[in-house]
């Protein structure tokens, strides 16, 4: 999608109620994010908020759509926050994905998505270094 905005999303905190991290006000080109999150997990928050800015995402009006929207976000997210270079060399010091992931300074769950949209080659390259790193 193209960008709505050529100005950058402020950012603000302010308590969120229930299991919300942060979200995207688009009306008022803002990005909202809960204070009480860790460093990392403010930096991914800031990071999707910001993502949704640039493609201009409204609130869908189906569950359906918004699952779709929140897959192609995070996609670009984990693209964005681990570069396969970054991935390779995590890789390389562990097998581990808690240790991966906090050597990338992101969660389990956004180096599983990246991990998940690896291409063939990528894969097979990853898979052989941490064969090494095994042996």
């Known amino acids: 999608m193209k960008k709505t905005t050529e100005v950058e999303p402020q950012v603000i905190y302010r308590l969120l109620s229930g299991d919300a991290c942060g979200y995207y006000d688009r009306a008022n080109n803002t990005i ?13 928050t800031e990071a999707h908020e910001r993502i949704h800015a640039e493609r201009g995402d409204v ?12 897959a192609a976000v995070d996609r670009e997210l984990a693209l964005r926050l681990i570069p396969w270079t970054a ?49």
Do not use: F, Y
């Open 32 to 44: 909202v994010v809960d204070p009480r999150l860790s460093p990392r997990q403010r930096r991914i």
């Open 59 to 70: 609130c869908p009006h189906t569950e359906w759509l918004e699952i779709k929207m929140e």
């Open 87 to 135: 991935l390779l060399d995590a890789a390389r010091w562990s097998s581990e994905p808690h240790e991966i992931a906090e050597e990338l300074d992101v969660d389990e769950d956004l180096l599983e998505i990246r991990i998940a949209h690896l291409s063939d080659t990528e894969r097979g390259r990853l898979n052989r270094v941490s064969r090494e790193n095994a042996a």
